[in-house]
């Protein structure tokens, strides 16, 4: 397998821990339901919460990230994709912890809502910078490579989801999810030097300029 550039090789990293945490949670979600959130009065109980659940997700997604993805491509360079993913993958990390919080189906879909508008952020920023950051002549390896990963890392901890729910109950198995969430945010703000116009070399400077009143300039000034 070709080396990959620096940039490619943390956003495939990030995708693969962000959705192997998602592969504890998607197969027993609808188990999840129908045992801890309360079905009073809804018409099929648990398996229409947890259909109406996926469609909430699903639509909100769809109506946000074409709008994140015009205003991205209409902002210069590649600082505001990066703030997107890192700020979406937070928001969505976050989520499996919220399930666990939930008891009633209106929980389930305000968390649901949420998740879809941080997906769409996410995903937004996500394909921009990998896009713009694919080595000449292999856009088809690398998308793949991505792909094959992610459906790996879905597929091992999806046949462990089970497993661990048995073993050590939801929410220890959600909080695993959203550490791995947390694990993908990681791996993307190693990329902090490396989008342009995200890390000031000379931020410490101009912060201690500030607090003495003084500019950059004037201190260059007073170095020359």
């Known amino acids: 397998m070709a080396k990959l550039n620096r940039i490619v090789k943390y956003l495939i990293l990030a995708d693969l821990a962000f959705y192997s945490g998602w592969g504890l949670v998607s197969p027993v979600f609808p188990l999840f339901i129908q045992q801890?959130?309360?079905?009073e009065g809804i018409i099929g109980g648990s398996i229409v919460i947890a259909s109406t659940a996926a469609g909430i997700y699903w639509i909100t997604k769809a109506l946000f990230q074409y709008p994140v993805g015009y205003f991205l491509d209409n902002q210069k360079g590649d600082k505001d994709d990066y703030f997107f993913l890192v700020l979406g993958l937070c928001l969505?990390?976050?989520?499996?912890?919220?399930?666990?919080l939930a008891q009633t189906a209106w929980h389930i879909y305000t968390i649901?809502?949420?998740?879809?508008?941080?997906m769409a952020m996410n995903i937004a920023g996500w394909r921009a910078l990998f896009t713009r950051s694919i080595d000449e002549g292999k856009e088809a390896?690398?998308?793949?490579?991505?792909?094959?990963l992610l459906a790996i890392g879905q597929g091992v901890f999806g046949i462990l989801s089970g497993l661990f729910v048995f073993l050590f109950g939801f929410t220890a198995?959600?909080?695993?999810?959203?550490?791995?969430?947390i694990v993908s945010v990681f791996l993307v703000l190693n990329l902090k030097r490396d989008i342009k116009g995200v890390f000031d070399e000379n931020i410490a400077l101009k912060i201690k300029n500030a607090l003495n009143g003084r500019t950059t300039k004037d201190t260059k000034k007073e170095v020359k």
Do not use: R
Request: net charge negative; glycine share 8%; aromatic share 16%.
């Open 36 to 39: 801890n959130i309360s079905t």
């Open 92 to 100: 969505a990390s976050t989520i499996p912890l919220l399930y666990t």
């Open 112 to 118: 649901q809502f949420f998740y879809g508008i941080s």
């Open 141 to 148: 390896s690398q998308w793949s490579l991505d792909d094959s």
């Open 173 to 181: 198995t959600f909080l695993l999810a959203s550490g791995l969430g």
